[in-house]
């Protein structure tokens, strides 16, 4: 069965420093995998996705995601964080031709200026 | 685009009252979803419909829950009756992947926060 883990419920970095949160997945195939980013109050936005090609996929608000299929891996990444990048961010892994969408618990981001 | 429109953003209730949540999805959109978000079970899908159809209902908690999709521009999800376990915050979110709907991603609403006294 699909599952997601971010082992990371919350993490705290310095405005300006940089980012990983971790996600690691479990799929019998190549999955479709999302991050997304949910401020307070507010639904989950899209941030990046990965289906093929390009391990490396680069997303919104400078954000970039790796999927490592060795490590069964696709942590999001970002070489310098911005006070306004405090959130909520979840990965999600899908299966090719369906609709389902597996997300994981959420880390919660927390930048001190 | 207007984006998932969810209402009401807010509900407060009591124990055994009948609940509806509305969903309009992003004009186009073939795919549906209802999801359920607390901080002990995080983000659980409830029901997706495809073209105005049902297509999985099995996260749907109890025969409490009822989710109807009459056209493609609305959807209700009902709970009848209310229970205070019930309350969380529920999200719809939409997609119009022509392969599927994992390839765009989902498109999510607001969400509705839910409580029920």
């Known amino acids: 069965a699909q599952s997601v883990t971010q082992p990371d419920i919350h993490i705290t970095v310095s405005e300006g420093a940089s980012l990983e949160l971790r996600c690691n997945y479990s799929?019998?195939?190549?999955?479709?995998l999302f991050w997304y980013v949910q401020s307070p109050g507010q639904g989950l936005q899209l941030l990046l996705k990965?289906?093929?090609?390009?391990?490396l996929v680069q997303g919104i608000k400078g954000f970039e995601a790796e999927f490592k299929r060795s490590q069964s891996s696709f942590n999001l990444r970002k070489p310098s964080v911005h006070w306004s990048d405090a959130a909520e961010y979840f990965c999600?892994?899908?299966?090719?031709?369906?609709?389902?969408?597996?997300f994981g618990t959420g880390t919660r981001l927390q930048v001190f200026p | 685009d207007a984006g998932v429109i969810q209402s009401p953003r807010h509900e407060v209730t009591e124990m055994g009252q009948e609940v509806t949540l509305r969903c309009k999805p992003i004009?186009?959109?073939?795919?549906l979803f209802w999801y359920r978000q607390t901080m002990m079970r995080g983000l659980e899908l409830l029901i997706y419909?495809?073209?105005?159809?049902?297509?999985?209902d099995s996260g749907m908690p109890e025969d409490r829950f009822s989710a109807k999709m009459p056209n493609a521009s609305f959807s209700t999800l009902k709970i009848q009756p209310s229970e205070p376990r019930d309350s969380a915050v529920y999200f719809c979110?939409?997609?119009?992947?022509?392969?599927?709907?994992?390839?765009?991603?989902?498109?999510f609403g607001s969400g509705t926060q839910l409580s029920v006294l």
């Open positions: 419909f495809n073209n105005n159809v049902p297509i999985d």
């Open positions: 990965y289906f093929s090609g390009d391990t």
């Open positions: 999600a892994v899908g299966a090719r031709n369906t609709d389902k969408l597996i």
């Open positions: 799929y019998g195939a190549t999955p479709y």
């Open positions: 004009s186009g959109h073939n795919s």
């Open positions: 979110a939409s997609t119009g992947g022509a392969a599927g709907a994992i390839d765009e991603g989902l498109f």
